[in-house]
């Protein structure tokens, strides 16, 4: 069972972007990409899995940490240091348009705060709708625990629809059905031993940020 998406490692990895392409391919894109931008950045050295997550704190808004690590054979995981678990809208997606790879944006967010929570699963890659690329979207979301569920695009072939009807909105996509999709999708999200090391690309910014340590950050996101 993997320590991220709302597992151990909480609230670091609640969301974690997915690419269909090697880590370093991803990486050297993401400095580019940055570069490009007149971002400045520094590289980290590779370091193990999980360790390597320490290197993402302290969370930050707006985020300046973006974590790459191989995720199977295949696939990387994109992570990066915004507060509440990482900001899901990030890098990976322009990226992966950038290098016509599928992206896979996997969140977990177990209950927090004044009755917050949230699982949901958005897929895009070649073939989709544009301008997003859009393939599939599952959103089983608690705000104020107000549940509201959104799908949108064709299901998959290994999709439990009959999930979907349940009359509790928490009850229609939760951690283990994501977790079992993204496999079904060929990411190996579950298996910690099939994470490798990773590279943090640091933004090295002028700006104010705020921030909180991973204590700082577990106490105040208490359910």
Same mark, same amino acid.
């Given at each position: ?123 895009? *890659?070649?073939? *989709? ?68 090391? *990773? ?25």
């Amino acid at each position: 069972m993997t320590i991220l998406l709302g597992g151990a490692a909480s609230p670091i990895g609640w969301s974690v972007q997915f690419v269909d392409v090697p880590a370093d391919g991803l990486v050297d894109e993401l400095v580019r990409w940055r570069t490009g931008l007149g971002h400045r950045t520094v590289v980290s050295s590779p370091r193990a899995y999980p360790d390597v997550l320490e290197d993402l704190a302290p969370f930050e808004s707006p985020w300046t940490r973006e974590l790459v690590l191989p995720c199977g054979d295949r696939w990387s995981a994109y992570l990066n240091n915004g507060t509440e678990g990482g900001d899901p809208t990030a890098s990976a997606h322009a990226l992966a348009a950038r290098l016509d790879a599928r992206c896979v944006v996997a969140v977990h967010a177990p209950r927090h705060g004044p009755g917050h929570q949230s699982t949901q699963l958005w897929v895009h *890659g070649p073939g *989709g709708q544009v301008p997003s690329r859009h393939v599939r979207t599952l959103t089983a979301d608690a705000a104020d625990d107000r549940w509201s569920w959104y799908a949108l695009g064709d299901p998959f072939d290994f999709e439990d629809t009959d999930r979907y009807t349940a009359r509790r909105v928490r009850d229609r996509f939760d951690r283990p059905l994501l977790l079992r999709y993204l496999a079904a999708l060929g990411i190996p999200a579950d298996d910690d031993a099939r994470y490798g090391p *990773g590279v943090v690309v640091q933004q090295l910014v002028d700006h104010p940020v705020r921030s909180e340590t991973l204590e700082e950050a577990r106490r105040s996101l208490a359910p």
